[in-house]
């Protein structure tokens, strides 16, 4: 059974910097697609960023430039780093997998982690 679970969640002042890790077990991590979502209150998830088999990374207009996703294949482990973080950054971020590349892996699912922006 594939498991994802997210860490590096947390608070942190506008501006900030957090790194998400989501470490996959019970599936061959190198042919998944991966995905970072968000989910902010009483809206649906939307997807952050994503990354192919071969680490080519896709990421949503909002977060161009301040975010970046990567992959280390040898500890199965999906990282999003976060930077220049901003109040409506706050949100649930959620890990996703998927066995083949999409630029939205939905297969899969971590339980969530918090990321709270505030001064």
């Known amino acids: 059974q594939v498991q994802l679970v997210e860490s590096g969640g947390g608070s942190v002042q506008p501006g900030g910097s957090l790194r998400l890790s989501c470490v996959v077990s019970?599936?061959?991590?190198?042919?998944?697609?991966m995905g970072w979502y968000r989910q902010f209150p009483e809206k649906e998830r939307e997807l952050v960023a994503s990354?192919?088999?071969?680490?080519?990374?896709y990421y949503t207009d909002s977060v161009k430039g301040r975010f970046s996703i990567s992959r280390d294949n040898d500890k199965n482990t999906v990282y999003l780093q976060m930077s220049s973080l901003k109040p409506e950054d706050t949100a649930v971020y959620y890990c996703?997998?998927?066995?083949?590349?999409?630029?939205?892996?939905?297969?899969?699912w971590g339980k969530g982690t918090l990321v709270t922006v505030s001064s």
């Open positions: 996703a997998g998927t066995p083949k590349n999409t630029y939205q892996p939905r297969d899969y």
């Open positions: 019970g599936g061959t991590f190198e042919n998944y697609a």
């Open positions: 990354i192919s088999m071969s680490a080519y990374p």
